[in-house]
């Protein structure tokens, strides 16, 4: 079968950095620019334009955000969407501003099993069933996960089979945001808690500052 059927490899939806239909990780220190960074990669899809010279594979976007509200989202939008020359209004972009709200989407126990389904997750289902194939920011990390985050088995279960499934299931692309410990960031690692969100993910980036005293970013 793998030699007579087509399997084909796995699309970047942003040109070498974002794994198409697949969870991607991208960590960085509180301040570092993560959600604007995740909005520009969401107008930029959702538009079909090249974004820091990498091409996209356009793509409906949708923004999930536990921290912000839309008068601060909305200024960002708008910023971004002057620079890449797009029209907010003309864009198939979707943006959930939920802060102050549980945004669960799973439990996990430390045995790895999953204890039960709160409900943001039906909503969010019911969200993607509308969106197939979209582009989806989730901000962030520890908004939507309740487990041991120092444990391999419950991290595991979450992006392996919570977030991976939605990808299968939805045609997805997954792009979720979290801050590295300070242990983290000093090892070089630029994960918190186990080993498991660097090996239960496909594709890991990370947002660091230029020590150089600019406002430049490594991605």
Known sequence: EIATQNFPRAEFILENFILKNHVNLLSGDGGIGKTTLAIHAAVAIAAGVSLFGQQTIQAPALLVLAEDDYGETKGRLEAVCGHLNVKLGHIP????????????????????????????????????????????????????????????????????????????????????????????????????????????????LSLEKVEDGSDRRIL
């Not at 439990?107 to 194939?133: C, H, Q, Y």
């Open 93 to 204: 972009l979707r943006t959930w501003c939920l802060p102050g709200q549980d945004l669960t989407l799973a439990i996990v126990g430390d045995d790895g099993r999953e204890e039960k389904t709160p409900p943001f997750m039906a909503e969010l289902r019911r969200v993607l069933s509308e969106n197939r194939g979209a582009f989806v920011v989730i901000d962030g990390l520890a908004d939507v996960a309740s487990l041991n985050e120092s444990l391999r088995l419950p991290v595991n279960t979450f992006l392996k089979r919570i977030l991976a499934g939605l990808c299968v299931e939805f045609g997805i692309t997954i792009l979720l945001l979290a801050h590295p410990s300070k242990a983290a960031m000093a090892n070089g690692f630029k994960y918190s808690g186990s080993t498991a969100f660097n090996n239960s993910v496909r594709n890991r």
